[in-house]
T-cell receptor, first 110, second 118 residues
């Protein structure tokens, strides 16, 4: 079983819509959760981190965490073509390591 | 800018040759990581370091070795490169920003090294 699971997509949404990206993780003791954005040919870039149950908002991005269900999601409101990228979910289950999902590719159509 | 640079950025090498990739940081962070990224597998941890001369294995460490003789440099060596090691390699550092602003320990990445083994 992988530490972090994501649907590979692609997820296609029209410009201006809400994009919803989901992730599940296996280690129930995990405390730190992250969303990274990766453009083609570039390195992953941290866009959101969340540490407690509930929602965390930053501009057009909202991260949601449900530890009981071992579920993390990322909502992107008013999606723009520039949001088209692969989104990686990451979990830090212990002090030392970060585990990443394989990513969900998002296409935002003008 | 987390101050991480990787070199080389691109490399083509022949099967059976040794290859060393370098990760350099400018901010004195204790933890450094090497990941490889392949289609369908995402980022997989190869090795990590928690200090000078302190390293440990990740989930895909076979065929790789690492060294950290200075805080700022973390080297990844493919002892005898194989075609299955063709990949994009990313170095990362662990950063703990201001906890008072609701942020905890996070990982930041270098630009990546595209390695092709022919």
């Amino acid at each position: 079983q992988k530490e972090v699971e994501q649907n590979s997509g692609p997820l296609s949404v029209p410009e201006g819509a809400i994009a919803s990206l989901n992730c599940t993780y296996s280690d129930r003791g995990s405390q730190s959760f992250f969303w990274y954005r990766q453009y083609s040919g570039k390195s992953p870039e941290l866009i959101m981190s969340i540490y407690s149950n509930g929602d965390k908002e930053d501009g057009r991005f909202t991260a949601q965490l449900n530890k009981a269900s071992q579920y993390v999601s990322l909502l992107i409101r008013d999606s723009q073509p520039s949001d088209s990228a692969t989104y990686l979910c990451a979990v830090r289950p212990n002090f030392n390591k970060f585990y990443f999902g394989s990513g969900t590719k998002l296409n935002v159509k003008p | 800018d987390a101050g991480i640079t990787q070199s080389p950025r691109h490399k083509v090498t022949e099967t059976g040759t040794p290859v060393t990739l370098r990760c350099h940081q400018t901010e004195n962070h204790r933890y450094m990581y090497w990941y490889r990224q392949d289609p369908g597998h995402g980022l997989r941890l190869i090795h990590y370091s928690y200090g000078v001369k302190d390293t440990d294995k990740g989930e895909v460490s076979d065929g790789y070795s690492v060294s950290r003789s200075k805080t700022e440099d973390f080297l990844l060596t493919l002892e005898s490169a194989t075609s299955s090691q063709t990949s994009v390699y990313f170095c990362a550092i662990r950063v703990t920003p201001d906890r008072g602003k609701g942020r905890g320990t996070e990982a930041f990445f270098g630009q990546g090294t595209r390695l092709t083994v022919v």
